[in-house]
């Protein structure tokens, strides 16, 4: 596993960050980096037809080794890092047969990875640990992901008598800015199923996520001089208030966890003549989706009977939809992927995402895609790590995912 860990290395070295102010795809230009280095790589393993197109998707194939006519299966990771935080001179560090308490992670800056702030930490000790330096991200999302898909696919070429079918290799960019399914091109993917390599902890294992809208309400008001204001001004501001507070209080997402969704308030700005004011929509379940979108419309239709018509104006657009729907026809794909695990030794947690993602999007583009994990924890930032342990899980469970 020297190579797996290697890889990991040489990849999250290479900045990749995406930009979400960029139109481009991919949104920055450093990311063919690493497409141009994983193409390389890839023909060195033995996948010939891999190449990296225009926009920065790779997609490569591994050709089953047997007769027998079996679905194909892709494994999907993206190259892009998050533009939350820097990936520029990563410098990782290893923390050998990690003994369970805190982690200086730079000195200078005195910051330290401690298991008062990150409890799962605890369930790492004994296992060798990569973390920052305390000045960038680390990478491990996602690029432990195609370190472990890259590793898997050694294995099967240095251990030709293992049978498997036919794998698809597909690395995308600007996952982290939400474009990663873009411009991915299912057909010529050529999949039956695929799975992100893009989630947590050890044993993550994802197949729903939320239905997601934004509301953008705009309430009219009427600015007056305030002297002379008495039953003719409106204040825009005041009617925002008056419609957020027609909205469930316990449904917001500091109050709601698990399968309970959420109206968020995003943005907020006004005066007296004129405010506008964003929220998110979440909901797992889609009746109770389509229950928060219509409780928001008749707070609008409300507030109009009470104040003149068109006095509150929504708009309401959908973002992403529950990917259950799309797996549960072929919820083999997720029961195969239980029981790779169960014969890596590696106990399934089944969670529903509390967002989205790119895996989402391609199920309902006609790829249907669950999430397993890659291992790492506290991504985006500069507290992120992973064991090396789940790392060499994740590989296991690639390959018995992809073997006879
Ligand atoms: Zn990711």
Known sequence: MKNLVERFLRYSKIDTQSDPNSATTPSTLKQFDL????????????????????????????????????????????????????????????????????????KELNIVLSPNDFPEMKNYVGNDLITTNGTTLLGADDKAGIAEIMTALEFFKKNPHVKHRTIKVGFTPDEE???????????????????????????????ENFNAA?????????????????????????????????????????????????IHLTKMQGDVEQSKIQY???????????????????????MN???????????????????????????????????????????????????????????????PTPNIFGGGHNFHGKYEYIPIQSMQKAVEVIINIAKI
């Open 280 to 302: 998110i929509i979440r909901h797992h379940f889609e009746q109770n989706f389509e229950n928060y979108k219509q409780l928001m419309s008749l707070a609008v239709d409300f």
């Open 177 to 207: 800015i939400g474009r990663g399914a873009d411009l991915f091109d299912v057909q010529a993917f050529g999949a039956d199923y695929a799975y992100t390599i893009d989630g947590g902890e050890l044993g993550e294992l994802e197949y």
């Open 305 to 367: 009977q009470k104040y003149g018509e068109d006095t509150v104006v929504i708009q309401i657009s959908e973002q992403y939809k529950n990917m259950r729907k799309m797996l549960e026809p072929v919820i083999e794909i997720v029961e195969n992927a239980e029981k790779a695990m169960l014969q890596a030794g590696v106990v399934p947690i089944k969670k529903a995402i509390r967002g989205g993602t790119d895996g989402a999007r391609l199920s309902f583009m006609g790829l």
């Open 35 to 106: 497409a141009k280095l994983l193409v390389e790589e890839l023909k060195e393993l033995g996948l010939e037809d891999a190449k990296v197109d225009k926009n920065c998707y790779i997609m490569a194939t591994l050709p089953a080794n047997c007769n027998e006519k079996l679905p194909v299966i892709g494994f999907i990771a993206h190259l892009d890092t998050s533009p939350d935080f820097s990936g520029v001179e990563v410098k990782p560090q290893f923390i050998e047969n990690y003994e369970g308490g805190d982690i200086l992670l730079n």
């Open 214 to 262: 934004g509301a953008l309400v705009t309430f009219n008001g009427r600015n007056i001089h305030p002297g002379f204001a008495k039953n003719k001004m409106v204040n825009s501001m005041l009617l925002a208030m008056e419609f957020n507070a027609l909205l469930p209080a316990n449904e917001r997402p500091e109050h709601t966890t698990g399968y309970e969704g959420f």
